[in-house]
């Protein structure tokens, strides 16, 4: 079982930038790919941002990729992700998510693990 508490969401302007947080608890944290996905109103859930147990190679969304960036901190079981020059559209509540596979998947399904979400507001 693993515990997933996002952070960091709130309102902000076009152009401002945000960090989201995700603490883990629960198995060991350095053993899972994670991954932010985020779902607007009305919308269905999209994959944002993923990254491998190790940090490396991580993927992106087309939508992001240039103004977010996924990291993790495997000693304090912690995810981040970065969002700089924010869009309105970039307006969602964000959810960290993980699985026990190696590879990273752009499909919600294939992750075990949810978090509870953050929303972040984007005003014009």
């Known amino acids: 079982q693993v515990e997933l508490v996002e952070s960091g969401g709130g309102l902000v302007q076009a152009g401002d930038s945000l960090r989201l947080s995700c603490a883990a608890s629960?198995?060991?944290?350095?053993?899972?790919?994670m991954g932010w996905f985020r779902q607007a109103p009305g919308k269905e859930r999209e994959f944002v941002a993923g990254?491998?147990?190790?940090?490396?190679?991580?993927n992106y969304a087309d939508s992001v990729k240039g103004r977010f960036t996924i990291s993790r901190d495997n000693a304090k079981s912690t995810l981040y992700l970065q969002m700089n020059s924010l869009k309105p559209e970039d307006t969602a509540v964000y959810y960290c998510?993980?699985?026990?596979?190696?590879?990273?998947?752009?499909?919600?399904?294939?992750?075990?693990?949810w978090g509870q979400g953050t929303q972040v507001t984007v005003s014009s």
């Open positions: 998510a993980v699985r026990s596979g190696i590879r990273i998947e752009t499909r919600g399904a294939n992750y075990d693990y």
């Open positions: 629960g198995r060991t944290f350095s053993m899972y790919t």
């Open positions: 990254i491998s147990w190790s940090g490396g190679n991580p």
